[in-house]
């Protein structure tokens, strides 16, 4: 592997207690002071990463992701290992930038910027376009302390990005923008890609980085989980997540192929990354589509209509199950996801040992191309969902194009209609105004 | 390693990041300054009134017992041209380690955020301290003249007694500041001693008016022969206090680089415990 912009080796972080503080203090002149606790928020983690490349990182709250962020940025230092960065680290931790609440945003733009080791002439150049991208108005040259989070983050956002760095962190700090704002972000992020600047991005936003990034590293406390291609990874994630320690955890299902196979079923579209999980009280024990003759099918022409059916073997005890599915694409990104809370179905009472049969009828909308489906079983507790049984990327099916489709680019085909008119000038608006 | 290479390389690293981030250094003291105009009305001249308030007090209570001792000048507002040279001594001192005291606990936010040469912190403050006390000289100045003392040629030596009276302030504060990010009684101790380390020194009384037997403890006192040396060039128009001074110049060599080895070891840890 390359050197690469950023290279992170067997890095470690151990907060230390001593049992007076004064040991601490004694320690940093030589005397042998062992520290009486040491407690490790982040160890053994490597990895390296190439110009123009985003990571996402993921993980429970705890696991280190923030500490990693600030080792990586140089806020604080690692206890073990090392971080070795070519170019210049831009960094949004936790919501801000320190920003000073006397100062108004101007003066806290110009203040970080010069924390950043810029000088005056730089900072003049880009102070008007800092301000243009916050957006924030009159509020710019107002005391920080009268503005709101999302206002904050915007000037913090704007002062951080008003320079391209060789590497961007952004800790979680967009979750606070408005949407219009947050999609002007990811214009720049994706801009500064394309130009080298690798991104590390921290959200709990899983749809979002599988989106964003293209390889992800999922932390568990403080150890490095697993690292590859984001979908990859955010899906482990997810499992971990929401899977109990339960019987279907790690067990690789076979895809069992329909009964009923058809001149639209192709044997080999298969999911060949099905996971499966559940804390063991129901079996998804089988998946498939249908289409509008009760064929089963797997290649779909666009436009028809079709069912996702799939059986569900009960062996526990289940309180008013919720069934649920989702459609997404190669990439990841959700196209479609209902579930039972959401359809009219009726009441059922779960007794073990019982089977059932879904179906959730469709109406096609979905632009030709490949698609994957989820499906599960899951209670819905106070504490969170918990999963009975859950299959991710259980089955591969294609919509292939029926010659009819209005869709030019995109995931869906929203059936255009195209009116086009000749307009008389003036006078065509003046009419139409008065009918 | 020799000891003096130690130092350089010290001193070196640190101070090379705070070189690149000068310009930065130098405009944040401006800030600073204009900041407290911003949102009171007299701004910054409350760093002025204050000093010269405590002096017209003092000296309106005190001026009657200590005025008629004091030698060597002829101005009936003596006292109050001696407790302002004191006051000047001792504002610098005081200011820069009170300052340094909460530096990195009040920055803490910013230190937690952004990664720059945290040396710049201090050297801000230092710059803030210098440019108040610049200030609170030049009014001093003008109360003088209008009490009708111009000081001689030996005000001269005036930037050099601050260049020391701040360097023992900054060495001093710095090891305390970092020691208070730990163990925070540090910042409440220091006050106490800062206010009896002020009566421990003749800035509003002289040593002339204490019994004989006390006088040789002052020795003790590293604040004593600078006091003494703005006293003397500012009301008694005399030289400073070379010999105690010395002794002081030797303490200053000792804390500054020990402040920055203190600095340098602790900021591993310092935003580990903000």
Known sequence: ?435 | MGFSRLIQHLMGTTLFGAWRYKQFIVSSIRNEFLARFARSKVGGLWMVIHPLSQVLIFALILSEVISARLPDIENKHAYALYLMAGMLAWMSFSEIVTRCLTLFIDNGNLMKKMAFPRICLPLIASGAVLVNNTLLFAAILVVFVALGHVPSIMALWLPLLIMLVMSLGLGVGLILGVINVFIRDIGQVVPVILQALFWLTPIVYTVRTLPETYRDWFVLNPLYPLVTSFQNVLVFGQPPEWGGLMGLVLAVAVTLPLALFIFRKASAEMVDSL
């Not at chain 1, 962190?169 to 947050?182: K, Y």
């Not at chain 1, 649920?324 to 040992?353: C, F, L, N, Q, W």
């Open chain 1, 1 to 435: 592997m390359s050197a690469g912009l950023l290279r992170v080796e067997n890095l470690g972080k151990a907060y230390r207690c001593y049992g007076s503080e004064w040991q601490r203090v004694f320690s940093w002149f030589g005397l042998p002071v062992k520290p009486q606790e040491e407690h490790w928020v982040l160890r053994h983690v490597s990895f390296a990463v190439q110009p123009g490349e985003a990571i996402g990182i993921v993980g429970q709250n705890g696991a280190g992701k923030s500490t990693l962020l600030k080792l990586i940025t140089g806020t604080q230092r690692p206890t073990a290992g090392s971080v070795h960065i070519t170019g210049r680290v831009s960094a949004i931790l936790e919501l801000g930038m320190g920003f000073n609440a006397e100062f108004t945003g101007r003066q806290n733009a110009q203040f970080s910027a010069g924390l950043m080791g810029f000088n005056h002439a730089d900072i003049d150049r880009v102070i008007s376009e800092i301000e243009a991208f916050a957006d924030i108005g009159e509020y710019f040259d107002q005391p920080v302390r009268t503005y709101s989070s999302g206002m904050q983050m915007r000037v913090a956002f704007a002062t951080a990005t008003a320079f391209r760095p060789e590497i961007l962190i952004v800790d979680e700090a967009l979750a606070v923008g408005d949407a219009a704002f947050q999609r002007k972000c990811f214009q720049r992020i994706e801009s500064f890609l394309i130009d080298g600047t690798s991104l590390l991005y921290v959200s709990h936003d899983i749809e979002g980085i599988k989106k964003l990034c293209s390889r992800a590293v999922f932390l568990k406390h403080g150890r490095l989980e697993s690292i590859g291609a984001a979908k990859e990874v955010c899906d482990s994630y997810e499992k971990h997540l929401f899977g109990g320690g339960g019987a279907h955890d790690q067990q690789k299902v076979h895809h069992s192929p329909a009964p009923k196979a058809h001149g639209f079923f192709d044997p080999g579209l298969v999911a060949e990354c099905e996971l499966s999980y559940g804390d063991g009280r129901a079996a998804i024990e089988r998946v498939w589509l249908e289409n509008a003759d009760g064929l089963v099918v797997n290649v779909l022409s666009s436009l028809e209509p079709f069912s996702v059916n799939y059986c569900v073997r009960f062996s526990g005890p289940a309180v008013s199950p919720i069934f649920a599915t989702m459609i997404k694409t190669r990439e990841g990104i959700a196209i479609y996801g209902t579930d039972t809370t959401r359809v009219e179905s009726y009441p059922i009472e779960i007794h073990p040992g019982m089977v059932l049969q879904v179906r959730f009828v469709l109406k096609s909308v979905l632009a030709p191309g490949t698609y994957y489906l989820n499906c599960g079983v899951r209670e819905d507790r106070h504490d969170g969902p918990v999963f009975l049984h859950r299959k991710v990327d259980t089955l591969i099916f294609r919509v292939t194009a029926a010659g009819r489709e209005t869709v030019g680019a995109g995931l869906v085909d929203m059936k255009a209609v195209a009116q086009i008119w000749p307009v008389a000038e003036e006078v065509q608006i003046a009419s139409k105004a008065c009918a």
